[in-house]
Every structure is written in C-alpha cells, then in structure tokens.
C-alpha cells in the first residue's frame, strides 16, 4: 500500500524549480504532501482529495490525477528553505496514511 | 491544527529493557497513530489507537513488542518491549486533522537508541 514516490534526491540551486511525483496502485482517498527539515517531525503542506483539484499557495502546489492515482508537488523558484525530505502520504479509506520513500530535497545559494 | 506534545525526546536504553512513550494532545482526537522512522527512511505504521478498543497493529508490529494504552481521548502511550538495537530508531505519534482538508500533525519524536 506504500505509494511510489520520486525522484529520490533533488539538488537544485535557488530559483530553480522542481517536480516530485506520487503514484498509488490503489484508488486513492487522499493525497497528502509533508516536508521534513532534519531533526524535526513532518510538517503539513497540503492535502488532494478524490476530484483532480490543484491546491496550492504561492511557490508550491499540487496536482492529483484521479484516473492514474498519481499526484505531483511543484516548487517553483526554489528557496533556501525548502531543502528538506518531502514525503507524500495517501489514503485509501482515510485514517490509514502511508508514507512513500521521501524525497532528499537540496537547494543551493 | 492539534499541538501533541510527546516524551521523553530521546533516551539511550540497555537491550532487554522497555521504554514508554507518551503523546498528549491538546484536544480529543477518536485515533491516534504511532510511526517509526529508522534514520534517512520513511514512516511506517505501527498501529493505529483507539480509545476504548484494542489498538490495530500493521503486519510486521505486534502487541506483545510495541503495547499501547488509549485510555482517554487525548492521551496515549507506546511501549518498546525487550528492546534490541534493530528497535533503534525514531517513533512518532500523530493525529489527523479535524476536518476535510486537514492534514496529519506529529509529535516531536523520540530517538531510541538501544546498546
């Protein structure tokens, strides 16, 4: 039930952008997206549901393609601070997230 | 979104021993699930908590290695039992959001380091 995430590892210099992609073998219920900073728990950016709605706020966003129960994260002109392991998490039923592998996210000055 | 406060942060156990951890969120939550993260790895389920009713335990967890206690709306614990050093790692606690759109919230962790 583990999604499928990739890349493994992005290096990017600032300003750059980048795509991390989620895919499921499973109908889905929900996408999550979570950034990991070393040493600290996953912190939330934001949630798909059932419906190929895009979300997002400023520099990141999302997409959730229902039919191939793929999503894909967006940063767009890359920040120092959005180094870190980006994690996507989806639901079948909703209350049982899995977690993919993560993505080394690492933007440099 | 929930705040969950979880400890100790970190201990160093002797192998054979068991550890206790705690989650305490700050309002009442029907489930609340336990993670482990092994360094550079991802998140795995442990088991998922009820309060009331048993704790359900993914394939590979069982209750004997890793009992949890609910025993309210708020609060939980998960115990690492006989402990070895492949049980060295990160575990997490973490609720869902309250509502459609939410996301999950994590405790801080405990790193375990077993010797």
């Known amino acids: 039930q583990q999604p499928v995430q990739s890349p493994q590892a992005v290096i990017l210099r600032e300003g750059e952008d980048a795509v991390i992609n989620c895919s499921s073998s499973?109908?889905?219920?929900?996408v999550h997206w979570y950034r990991q900073k070393h040493g600290e728990a996953p912190v939330f950016l934001m949630i798909?549901?059932?419906?190929?709605e895009q979300k997002g706020h400023e520099k990141i966003s999302a997409s959730f393609n229902e039919k191939k129960q793929q999503s894909s994260l967006y940063l767009t002109a890359s920040q120092l601070s959005y180094s870190g392991t980006y994690f996507c998490g989806t639901e079948i039923s909703g209350n049982d997230m899995r977690f993919g592998a993560g993505t080394r996210l690492t933007v440099k000055p | 979104s929930a705040v969950i406060s979880q400890k100790p942060s970190r201990d160093i156990c002797q192998r054979g021993t068991s550890l206790t951890i705690q989650c305490q969120v700050d309002?009442?939550?029907?489930?609340m699930f336990w993670y482990r993260q092994q360094p550079g790895q991802s998140l795995t389920l442990i088991a998922t908590a009820n309060q009331g009713s048993e704790a359900t335990y993914e394939s590979g967890f069982v209750i004997d290695k890793f009992p949890i206690s609910r025993p309210n709306l708020t609060f939980s614990t998960l115990t690492v039992s006989n402990m070895s050093p492949e049980d060295s790692s990160i575990y997490l606690c973490?609720?869902?959001?309250?509502?459609?759109?939410?996301?999950?919230?994590f405790g801080s962790g405990t790193r375990l380091t077993v010797v």
């Open positions: 499973k109908a889905l219920y929900s």
């Open positions: 973490s609720v869902a959001g309250s509502g459609q759109g939410y996301g999950y919230t």
């Open positions: 798909l549901l059932k419906g190929g």
């Open positions: 309002s009442q939550v029907t489930m």
